[in-house]
């Protein structure tokens, strides 16, 4: 049953003008069509006094352009991806085009079904983070897409662009940072490493920077996947069980490198509950950069990952190739940079006062 005000069609303003409703599209849509002055002040006069409002799904149909940007990420509860979204968000706002969030929820069947829902909405481009293991999968559910740009994951299609992260560079930056603090025991704390490739490609980095201390250091690795009813709390509820996992450990690390923030910040919830001093007794590196770990206690050293300009520049490849302005491949591969705060201590200062 039809609820609230009826909308004025362009029939009604047709007939108060007295002319037809091929005129009246003409005139609103400020197509370039013959229409003497006086007929086209008739048509906006009537379709002012009643309060005729274009029904946008009407006429992205008509002419082909929705000037909707989907976009699809794995959460809506990381702050990584809000960050991520803002970037997504002020590049669309300027050229006036409407962002469409969807989350996938860590779901692969779901990822599927949002990239076919945004297909039927007829959005203009996608961005996505996919947590798809599959790359034939993943080519056979974008194949309707016109414009898609892929990020937070190793460029392996030929038919997307990429707006990528060098992960192997981030986890060797990490663990080679906590190398030159001192520390040889460390721990690379993560989630399952198969569901995605960065976390795969992080653990190569740590690989490579223990290699440099043949035989006197290494990273040991941790991997849970904590069952939760409430899928919001799952990183941080992870970042619990693999801190109790790691304190389980036999000499203790001196020092936890974790896949992200917001599992670091679960980390470091549970020592502090079990008592261990960060960093005295055990030094917590992250990765991301997120917002929040300035105001942890005490604030986090961690790896940026630049969220924002992620998100920016991936909207305007995407925006590049709906406007024709470029149409090259794209290929960005974005740096990391460390980001020295509390969370790690240096044990070469201890040796240099046992001396
Ligand atoms: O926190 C988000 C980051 O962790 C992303 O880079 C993603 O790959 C995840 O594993």
């Known amino acids: ?25 003409r005139v609103l849509s400020g197509a370039d069509y013959p229409v003497s002055e006086a007929l086209r ?17 009407g006429q992205s149909l008509k002419i082909g352009k929705s000037q909707d940007i989907g976009v699809i990420i794995p959460n809506f509860t990381n702050p990584f991806y809000m960050q991520m979204i803002s970037g997504i968000e002020s590049v669309c706002r300027k050229e006036g085009y409407n962002p469409i969030f969807c989350s996938s929820n860590n779901d692969s069947a779901r990822e599927i079904g949002s ?12 961005i996505l983070s996919s947590i798809h293991k599959s790359a034939k999968e993943l080519q056979a559910a974008l194949r309707l897409h016109k414009h898609v740009v892929l990020f937070d994951q190793e460029a ?14 981030g986890g060797f930056l990490a663990v080679d940072y906590l190398l030159k603090h001192g520390h040889r025991r460390i721990a690379f704390l993560t989630a399952p490493l198969e569901n995605r490739a960065s976390r795969s490609a992080l653990y190569r980095g740590c690989q490579r920077a223990v290699h ?8 040991e690795l941790i991997s849970t996947d904590v069952q939760v009813e409430d899928y919001k709390t799952w990183e941080y509820e992870n970042g619990r069980l693999l801190a109790r996992e790691f304190l389980r450990l036999s000499p203790l690390p001196t020092a936890a490198f974790v896949y992200n923030d917001v599992t670091a910040i679960g980390v470091m919830s549970q020592l502090a509950a079990d008592g261990v001093r960060i960093p005295e007794d055990v030094s917590v590196m992250g990765f991301d950069n997120i917002i929040t770990t300035e ?9 940026s990952q630049p969220a924002f300009d ?5 909207t305007r490849i995407i925006l590049d190739k709906i406007m024709g302005t470029n149409m090259a491949n794209c290929r960005i591969n974005l740096h990391p940079q460390l980001i020295e ?14 001396c």
Do not use: H
Not at 41 to 57: Q, T
Not at 156 to 169: A, H, K, Q
Not at 310 to 314: E, S, Y
Not at 342 to 348: A, E, I, R, T, W
């Open 41 to 57: 002040e008739a048509v906006k006069k009537a379709a002012r006094e009643m309060n005729y409002v274009p029904n946008a799904i």
């Open 295 to 303: 105001y942890t206690t005490p604030p986090l050293t961690t790896v």
């Open 341 to 354: 705060r509390k969370s790690v201590k240096n044990l070469n200062d201890d040796m240099e006062g046992d």
């Open 115 to 126: 990239i076919e829902l945004l297909r039927r909405k007829c959005v203009e481009g996608l």
């Open 310 to 314: 992620t998100g920016a520049m991936a």
């Open 212 to 219: 440099q201390w043949p035989g006197q250091a290494y990273c």
């Open 1 to 25: 049953m039809p609820t609230g005000k009826k909308q004025t069609t362009i029939v009604e303003i047709a007939r108060i003008a007295n002319t037809s409703t091929a005129t009246v599209s």
């Open 156 to 169: 392996t299609l030929d038919t997307c662009d990429y707006v990528s992260f060098d992960f192997e560079s």
